[in-house]
Nanobody
Framework: QVQPVESGGGLVQAGGSLRLSCLTS????????VSWFRQAPGKEREFVAG????????SYVDSVKGRFTISRDNAKNTVYLQMNSLKPEDTAVYYC???????????????WGQGTQVTVSS
């Protein structure tokens, strides 16, 4: 299985929390990076957070800093996105992407999941 698989989306009230999971194939063929993107209706796909399997680094878009946390479980080949203090503007389809490096440009990634819907009500 090469394509990542997301889970954990849903409907939550503003101020609530959700945890997304991304099951991957792990660090294979030099693909060391796993990132989360999101896409709201009528908007471009946006980088949210990224991490790497081999080194302890994380990167976040400014709008989620202090609210979202990306983490990984190397033994389970799974990357998580813990989302706290959710806002209506966080509503989007969230995608997991696998690539060689963490990059905010979507076309730098080789594999994408199908996406999971996150809806935050006001």
């Amino acid at each position: 299985q090469v394509q990542p698989v997301e889970s954990g989306g849903g409907l939550v009230q503003a101020g609530g929390s959700l945890r997304l999971s991304c099951l991957t194939s792990g660090r294979t063929f030099g693909r060391d990076a796993v990132s989360w993107f999101r896409q709201a209706p009528g908007k471009e796909r946006e980088f949210v957070a990224g991490t790497r399997w081999s080194v302890s680094i994380t990167s976040y878009v400014d709008s989620v800093k202090g609210r979202f946390t990306i983490s990984r479980d190397n033994a389970k080949n799974t990357v998580y996105l813990q989302m706290n203090s959710l806002k209506p503007e966080d509503t989007a389809v969230y995608y997991c992407a696998v690539g060689q490096v963490v990059d905010r440009t979507p076309n730098r990634y080789d594999y994408w999941g199908q996406g999971t819907q996150v809806t935050v009500s006001s």
